[in-house]
């Protein structure tokens, strides 16, 4: 009996433990087959089709959101329109690299994943290609946002790209650049952001101006350097971002054919996008064998062709053309005209360069094709003062001697430059010249004319540029960082130096140290600077690119003034 129980008990056991076993098996078949059912269908979703993001992200956009209306982006402590460079660079260091675009400069920053894009120095777009922006797909961005203000699209061999651009209030834009949305890929994810200041950065009143400058920065304003070479190089980049030189010249050898030109112009602009101050960009284009644009410009008449001539009309119109011209291949400064009187028969260097012998005819002349240039709204820079007329020396080559006294010159060299003043000069060039019997320094190192004759004398009180201090007659006979303090101290604003990179950090180098001394005072110094600032407003310098010159066009102008063409 026992026996037969217990084998009912074992029995009725394995039942149990087969049931139980049996269920099992059915639960995990049946997981087994809707997991990969599940599975399947996941796996089979068309292509296009791409899991929805989570609503965890528009916090993220709403934050982006708030920022902007501040003219800021994420984990960037940076204002645009606000923020200078100075500032950028303090905090974040200098940039890795500068994109140079036709808007601004672009100083990228990969390790914060930060681009900042500038103009005249001051930041007015940030980028931000921040991590969490890559969780964020185009359609929270219209669903949280709603329709953009505006829809761009962008382009190149990388990207195919949307911009949605949201107008967030009159000074600030936000835009939100993704991949172009395609059929495979319709709700793709954010690339970078950007806030862009829509309204320039307020300009201060000069005084405040040179008040918040460095003296770095107002040094280089008083500098007008030359640079090597046919197209930008690295010297060029240090003078101008480094120890940012207020003015450019080009000389022959950095001039080829227009479109090189231009190019070279273009991109000295672009490198001084990071600068407070626009630069002053010269040329030497007086007409006849001082002409310096290239391409096949139809010839303008020498000054003593049009002196025989006589006619002011005349003068003004081609004051008209040259302006346009320098105009056109994106300079702001012409020098010229020449308001000497060719008093000597022998001067190796004035000639066919002057009007006349006679200061009545210069003056006239002279002060319309000032004028016809400045109607261009480019500053034309008279010269050579006191007066070349009067040398039998090149002082390219030595220093030439006029033994005149101060009335001599009143009654001949003086005339058409005091009327030029009384017209509007707004840049009077100073001359290499030793006149002994007022000076013993040359007239661009010498008080007595700078600031007796010309500023006190003639009540002139616009911008003084030397000559080129590297000419034989200042770098032959002195120091060029001596002659350079000298010139500042005698009354110069502007010094002069278009040839040798090395003896143009001489010179800033010295001035600097000058002032540090006490040589010469930082009042001083803003004198100068602010005389610049006043004729760089006056002008609406800036630093704006220029499109391609059109030779053909330039010629027809011409052709249309010149008489019998």
Not at 166 to 193: A, C, F, G
Not at 197 to 205: D, F, I
Not at 519 to 543: A, G, P
């Amino acid at each position: 009996m026992n026996k037969k129980c217990r084998f009912r008990r074992q029995k009725v056991f394995k039942k149990i433990i087969f049931i139980f076993v049996s269920i099992a098996m059915i639960g995990l078949v049946y997981y087994l087959f809707f997991e990969k059912k599940d599975s399947e269908q996941t796996s089979q979703l068309p292509a296009n089709q791409e899991e929805p993001s989570s609503t965890d992200e528009v916090p993220i956009i709403d934050k982006i959101y708030s920022l902007s209306k501040k003219g800021m982006i994420l984990e960037v402590p940076f204002t645009a329109g606000e923020t200078g460079y100075e500032e950028v660079t303090k905090i974040f260091g200098t940039p890795e690299n500068m994109d140079e675009t036709s808007v601004g400069d672009y100083a990228v920053y990969p390790e914060k994943r930060v681009t900042i894009g500038y103009k005249k120095s001051i930041a007015f777009d940030l980028r931000s290609y921040a991590k969490e922006l890559e969780k964020i797909h185009y359609k929270e961005v219209l669903d949280q946002l709603g329709e953009p203000t505006d829809i761009k699209y962008y382009q190149d061999a990388k990207y195919d790209q949307i911009i949605l651009t949201y107008r967030i209030s009159d000074e600030y834009q936000l835009k939100w650049i993704l991949d172009k949305p395609t059929e495979k890929k319709p709700n793709p994810t954010v690339h970078h952001i950007s806030v862009v200041a829509t309204k320039p950065s307020k300009q201060l009143p000069i005084p405040e101006m040179v008040d918040r400058m460095s003296l770095d920065e107002k040094i280089g304003q008083m500098i007008f350097a030359g640079v090597e070479g046919t197209k930008s190089n690295g010297d060029a980049d240090r003078l101008v971002r480094e120890y940012k030189v207020g003015g450019i010249i080009l000389n022959g050898e950095n001039i080829t054919t227009p479109s090189q030109t231009v190019a070279y112009i273009n991109d000295l602009k672009a490198r001084n996008s990071i600068n407070k101050v626009p630069l002053f960009l010269g040329i030497d284009q007086e007409g006849g064998r001082i002409t310096k644009l290239p391409g096949e410009l139809q010839n303008i008449p020498t000054n003593l062709e049009i002196g025989k001539m006589n006619d002011p009309a005349f003068s003004f119109e081609l004051g008209t053309v040259l302006g346009k011209l320098v105009k056109a291949y994106g300079f702001n400064i012409n020098f010229a005209p020449v308001l000497d009187v060719n008093s000597n028969p022998d001067n190796p260097v004035i000639g066919d360069r002057s009007f006349s012998a006679n200061p009545d005819v210069v003056s006239t002349l002279g002060i319309q094709t000032m004028k016809g240039i400045q109607s261009e709204n480019i500053i034309a820079s008279v010269k050579h003062f006191p007066g070349h007329g009067d040398t039998s020396v090149d002082s390219h080559l030595e220093l030439p001697t006029v033994n005149k006294s101060r009335t001599q010159l009143e009654e001949l060299e003086l005339i058409p430059f005091k009327r030029a003043i009384d017209e509007g000069a707004d840049m009077v060039m100073v001359a290499h010249i030793l006149l002994p019997k007022l000076d013993d320094y040359p007239s661009s190192m010498s008080k007595v004319i700078m600031t007796d004759f010309l500023r006190e004398g003639l009540g002139y009180d616009g911008v003084i540029i030397t000559d080129d201090m590297t000419m034989e007659a200042i770098a032959g006979n002195f120091d060029l960082g001596d002659a350079a303090i000298r010139s500042i101290k005698a009354g110069s604003d502007i010094v002069m130096v278009a040839h040798d990179y090395d003896k143009m950090i001489h010179v800033i180098e010295e001035m600097r140290k000058a002032v540090e001394k006490g040589e010469i005072s930082e009042e001083r110094i803003n004198e100068s600077v602010t005389r610049i600032l006043q004729l760089k407003e006056k002008y609406r310098i800036e630093d704006s690119r220029v499109g391609k010159v059109n030779v053909d066009t330039l010629n027809q102008m011409i052709g249309t003034v010149l008489p019998n063409s």
